[in-house]
C-alpha cells in the first residue's frame, strides 16, 4: 500500500520594496507614527500594520510591505512622509518577491524565497536584500544621467577642443556630477551586511543566497567604477574651467596695456601731458 505525499501548504507573503527618498530617520518616524507596534527599534526598522501585515523601512529611503494592501500602503506613506528627505511624489524604483513558510525548505530564487519559519529577522534580512537592490538602481539610473549628461562635453572637448556649452551650463553638469558622488558616498554604508548576520549563521547563509541572486556586489562594484571615472571628468573639466578663466583674464590685461599704449598717442593726452611736465619742472 502507497501513500501519495501530500502537497505542502506555505504561508504566503508578498514582499514589495519601493524607493520613496533619500534618507527616512526612523528614530523621528517611531517618535511621531504611534499607532503602530515597532517589532525592533534598530536599521532596518519592523512596523506590524495588522496581523501577518508589516512595513519594513530603511534609514537610506526604502520601505518593503509584507502583504499590505495599497490603501493601507498609501496611508502609512502619508504618515511617515514628513520624515523623509528629499521626497518625490513618486519614483520608478521598486522590487518585489514571493515570501513561502513552511514545509522545512530554505532556499532562494530570483522570484521566491523559501523558510522554514518566519521571525522579525528574516523580516528584516529579507527586506533589506530588497532595500539594497532598489537603492542601487536609484544610484545606477542617477549615475548613468549623469555620464550622458557629460557624454557630449567630453566629445567635444576631445574632437573641437571647445566645450560648445556656457560656462553657468557647464557648471551646472558639474554641480550635478558632485551631487550625485556625494549622495552615494554618503550612503555607501548601505551596501554593508546588516550587523544581525554576524550572531547567526542562517541569516547570513540567508543574506549570501539573496545577495547573489540580486548581484548586488557586482552592481556595486561596477557603481563604485562609474564613481570614480564621473570624478576623473569632474576634475578635468574645472580645470579646464580654470585654464578658460586665465586665458580670458590675460587677454583683457594685453587689451587693457594696448589701449592705454594708444591714448598715450593720441591728443590730447600727450599736451595734457607735456603741461604737467612743465608745470612741475
Same mark, same amino acid.
Given at each position: ?9 506555505y504561508a504566503r507573503y508578498q514582499a514589495e520594496t519601493i524607493y520613496i527618498g533619500e534618507s527616512i530617520d526612523l528614530k523621528k518616524v517611531q517618535e511621531g ?37 495599497? %490603501? ?7 504618515? *511617515? !512622509?514628513?520624515? &523623509?528627505?528629499? +521626497?518625490?511624489?513618486? #519614483?520608478?524604483? =521598486? ?113 549570501? %543566497? ?7 556586489? *557586482? !552592481?556595486?562594484? &561596477?557603481?563604485? +567604477?562609474?564613481?570614480? #571615472?564621473?570624478? =576623473? ?9 580654470a585654464e578658460k578663466r586665465n586665458a580670458f583674464l590675460e587677454i583683457i590685461i594685453i587689451i587693457l596695456i594696448a589701449i592705454d599704449i594708444v591714448l598715450w ?17
Amino acid at each position: 500500500m502507497t501513500t501519495k505525499n501530500k502537497k505542502v501548504k506555505y504561508a504566503r507573503y508578498q514582499a514589495e520594496t519601493i524607493y520613496i527618498g533619500e534618507s527616512i530617520d526612523l528614530k523621528k518616524v517611531q517618535e511621531g507614527v504611534r499607532q503602530y507596534s515597532y517589532l525592533n527599534r534598530d536599521d532596518p526598522l519592523v512596523t506590524k500594520l495588522l496581523k501577518d501585515q508589516y512595513a519594513v523601512l530603511t534609514k537610506f529611503g526604502t520601505v518593503t510591505f509584507w502583504n499590505v494592501p495599497v %490603501r493601507l500602503r498609501q496611508q502609512f506613506l502619508g504618515e *511617515v !512622509r514628513p520624515y &523623509v528627505k528629499s +521626497k518625490r511624489g513618486h #519614483y520608478p524604483y =521598486d522590487e518585489d518577491t514571493k515570501v513561502l513558510i513552511g514545509g522545512g525548505v530554505e532556499k532562494v530564487t530570483f522570484e521566491k524565497v523559501y523558510s522554514a519559519h518566519l521571525n522579525v529577522e528574516k523580516i528584516k534580512i529579507i527586506s533589506y536584500v530588497l532595500s539594497q537592490s532598489v537603492a542601487l538602481e536609484r544610484y545606477e539610473d542617477d549615475i548613468e544621467s549623469s555620464l550622458s549628461e557629460l557624454e557630449a562635453v567630453v566629445d567635444n572637448l576631445k574632437t573641437k577642443g571647445k566645450a560648445l556649452f556656457s560656462e553657468k551650463k557647464l557648471l551646472k553638469q558639474i554641480g550635478r556630477v558632485f551631487s550625485v558622488k556625494q549622495t552615494t558616498v554618503v550612503h555607501l554604508a548601505l551596501f554593508d551586511k546588516p550587523e544581525s548576520i554576524w550572531e547567526s549563521p542562517d541569516l547570513e547563509t540567508l543574506y549570501n %543566497r539573496m545577495s547573489s541572486e540580486y548581484d548586488l556586489k *557586482v !552592481r556595486f562594484d &561596477v557603481l563604485d +567604477k562609474k564613481i570614480d #571615472y564621473l570624478s =576623473d571628468i569632474s576634475k578635468m573639466l574645472m580645470n579646464f574651467l580654470a585654464e578658460k578663466r586665465n586665458a580670458f583674464l590675460e587677454i583683457i590685461i594685453i587689451i587693457l596695456i594696448a589701449i592705454d599704449i594708444v591714448l598715450w598717442f593720441i591728443p590730447p593726452f600727450p599736451v595734457v601731458a607735456g603741461y604737467l611736465m612743465k608745470l612741475f619742472d
